[in-house]
C-alpha cells in the first residue's frame, strides 16, 4: 500500500516563530488530509487537498500540496502555545485492497515556548 | 449532533485476560475504523469496516486481536489474551462511507486507554 513520510517527528519553537511540518510519498497521491491532535486528545480533521499546486488557508495555517501531487505541506505563521499538538498527514487508498482506507503519517509534535 | 463515542474511556486489565472495547460511530457513516496509538506514536491502523463488505484486518498485529460490527453501527474491539505491549490507546473512526477521498473525512473517537499490567 501506499507510505507516506512526515519530517520533521518533533519540532520546538519559541511563540511567535513559524512552524512547517512535510509530508512525501514516492508516489503521487489522489489526496492528502490533515489532521490535528492536541496533548490528550484524539486527532481532528483540518483540511483535505485533492488538486495539484493547490494552496489552502485557514487563519495563521498555509497547507499546500504539491505540483506533482506527491508532497504536501502544513505551515502555521506566527505560532501561539494554543498551537501545540501532533499534525498528522494522511493518505486516502484510491485501489487495490485497500481501498477507502486513509494511511497516516507518523506526526509531527509540535512544542511551543511561551 | 452526536459524535464517536467509545467505551470505556479507561481499561485496566491483568495480563492475560480478555477486554472488549466498544465504539459507537456517528449516525449514517456507514465507514467505522479502529486505530492504536502508543504513548507518543503515530496511529497504527487495525481493522477498517464498510457497510457490509468484509472487513480489512490487514493491519491487525495478531490473532489476538478481532473486531466486528453488528447492524453496520455499533464496533466491539477484542482482545483476548491480553499482553502488556497491548497497553495503549485505542481509537476508533467513522466517515460517511470509504467510497471517495472527499467522504473519507474521518471523525475520531475520544479513545479507550488500555493499561494491561
Known sequence: ?114 | GAGVSQSPSNKVTEKGKDVELRCDPISGHTALYWYRQSLGQGLEFLIYFQGNSAPDKSGLPSDRFSAERTGGSVSTLTIQRTQQEDSAVYLCASSLRAGGPKLNTQYFGPGTRLTVL
Open chain 1, 1 to 114: 500500500g501506499q507510505q507516506v513520510m512526515q519530517i520533521p517527528q518533533y519540532q520546538h519553537v519559541q511563540e511567535g516563530e513559524d512552524f512547517t511540518t512535510y509530508c512525501n510519498s514516492s508516489t503521487t497521491l489522489s489526496n492528502i488530509q490533515w489532521y490535528k491532535q492536541r496533548p490528550g486528545g484524539h486527532p481532528v480533521f483540518l483540511i483535505q487537498l485533492v488538486k495539484s499546486g493547490e494552496v489552502k488557508k485557514q487563519k495563521r495555517l498555509t497547507f499546500q500540496f504539491g505540483e506533482a501531487k506527491k508532497n504536501s505541506s502544513l505551515h502555521i505563521t506566527a505560532t501561539q502555545t494554543t498551537d501545540v499538538g501532533t499534525y498528522f498527514c494522511a493518505i486516502f487508498n484510491a485501489g487495490g485492497t485497500s481501498y477507502g482506507k486513509l494511511t497516516f503519517g507518523q506526526g509531527t509534535i509540535l512544542t511551543v515556548h511561551p
